[in-house]
């Protein structure tokens, strides 16, 4: 029996160890593509790819509207627009706004069910780019591990860039470039107040304000946006 239970705590310490040393192996792998894209763009991200995959599911030739414009042709209005609109509070912390955390906690056990995860544009970026809209603590917990590693490889200038980049503006629509000329038919550098206001605005569903662009609460919620774009500032 004794022999039994040694061998049997031999084979869980062996297996434990392959498990660590895979998990390791992933996120070094990880880290490796987040130090690579500090100055190389990403050409598409795990978003984008189920994005595609769904709408080729309806038309075999479906394809994204996406295009990449560096950081100096994205217009200051819409930096402004979506760090008010979205993490205000950007450019001070270090990946996570501790009391925005807090309040979105209060703010779920109030209703009963999550309606807000408080989550900052640099953990937004790092579900875009590497998960899914899964909702667990697993991916919660990957979440918070490649956030800390975008926030130690990049400077908030080349976060923000690559979130404006490839976060999702509509249906099959990602990156500011593409928002801009799908919606108003100009680059991204040209956008107004107005406009970057709302593209803000649309960003927690965009896919449904795509196709309700005249929706009462979009519009209010530009206004709000747009007056707060004066209470913060773009790195």
């Known amino acids: 029996m004794a022999r039994f239970i040694k061998a049997t705590m031999r084979v869980a310490a062996w297996a434990a160890a392959i498990v660590l040393a895979l998990f390791l192996l992933y996120q070094a792998s990880i880290y490796a593509r987040i130090w690579w894209w500090e100055d190389h763009n990403p050409a598409s991200t795990s978003f984008m790819d189920a994005r595609l995959d769904a709408l080729r599911q309806k038309d ?21 627009a979506v760090i008010a609109a979205e993490d205000t509070a950007f450019v001070d912390h270090e990946g996570f706004d501790w009391k925005g955390i807090e309040q979105a906690f209060e703010k779920n056990r109030k209703k009963g069910k999550v309606v807000s995860g408080g989550s900052t544009i640099t953990q937004q ?47 099959g629509v990602f990156g500011a470039e593409a928002a801009a000329r799908h919606y108003y038919g100009i680059s991204a550098a040209q956008l107004s107040a107005e406009q970057a206001a709302r593209l803000a605005a649309m960003l927690p569903r965009p896919r449904y304000y795509d196709l309700n662009r005249g929706s009462t609460y979009l519009a209010r919620r530009a206004q709000v946006i747009q007056a707060r774009m004066r209470q913060v500032e773009a790195p």
């Open 60 to 80: 075999a030739a479906a394809v994204l509207r996406h295009a990449w414009v560096p950081y100096a042709r994205i217009s200051m209005n819409l930096k402004l």
């Open 125 to 171: 970026l790092a579900k875009n780019l590497f998960l899914s809209g899964e909702r667990s603590y697993v991916r919660k917990a990957q979440e918070a591990i490649i956030t800390w590693m975008l926030e130690q490889r990049m400077d908030k200038a080349r976060i923000l860039e690559i979130y404006l980049n490839v976060v999702e503006w509509g249906n």
